[in-house]
């Protein structure tokens, strides 16, 4: 198994002719305009018969396996279902916020849930999937807390934990992240040149990721790399399809195309 900077990459299941890939739904208990939002690119993946990848933080945060049975959760996990019997692939890259997304979901959406990221032919070119936390190396805290977190005595223990506990647990956990995030020198949670350089060592095309809610593409050399914007936010994702890759927002009207970004600043 390849693994960049300690994540296990996994081949894809299949290599989509056309796929649409999103990141960082994060969405709330209460659901709010992103599921509208969701519901518009599902919709656009089966009109045009493609598979969807979600790149990690499909929710604002998932703790307990029990969650699933409630709420949201419940609902996107059957929102999925509805799609995949519709004839769309879903796999869902695990984020900081859901890694403790297990089977329980994975069962109940019918997606493919990944513990990591994903390497396939993904719109005719050879493409790499990450969260992309794992990229942020200069945040030594939250990589040292990644490891303690995603321990398994620590991961069985939180999801066993009642919903109305995760939830409170989860929402403490949120405030002291945006507290941290606030605070701190604002250049520690770029990801950085070097763990790029990593990733697309293993030989892909393309590299795409999330997690720092930046919209942002550029090349190094003949490789090329796509940051995907938080979608709650701007719902946006990006289209792939005869090697080309394509930004485009997700409404009601089905898919529309966005200016390409600019290049993400990469930390030394």
Known sequence: MTRVLGTPVLPTAAAPARALLLSDLHVPSDGGAVVAMLDAALTAAAQ??????????????????????????RDTAARFRRAVEAGVPIALLHGNRDFL???EFERDAGVQLVAGGLRGVLGGVDTLL?????????????????????????????RSLPVWLAT?????????????????????????????????????????????????HDRIGAQGYWVLPAFDA?????????GAAV?????????????????????G
């Open 168 to 216: 409170r647990v989860a929402e403490r956990a949120r405030q002291k992240s945006r507290t941290v995030i606030a605070s701190g020198d604002q250049t520690r949670f770029l990801p950085t040149r070097a763990a790029v350089g990593e990733a697309l060592a293993i030989g892909v095309q393309r590299l795409v990721f999330g997690h720092i809610h930046r919209h942002a």
């Open 130 to 158: 990450l969260h992309g936390d794992e990229l942020c190396q200069n945040d030594l805290p939250y990589q040292r807390a990644k490891r303690w977190l995603r321990r398994p005595s620590v991961r069985l223990l939180a």
């Open 234 to 242: 701007t719902g946006v994702g990006l289209w792939l399809e005869g």
């Open 48 to 73: 045009r018969q493609a598979s969807v990848f979600v790149l990690g933080d499909l929710f604002d945060s998932y703790v307990s396996r029990w969650q699933v049975r409630h709420g949201i959760w």
């Open 101 to 103: 997304l297990g089977a």
């Open 247 to 267: 930004p485009v927002r997700c409404d009601a009207g089905g898919l529309v195309e966005v200016p390409v970004p600019g290049p993400c600043p990469l930390a």
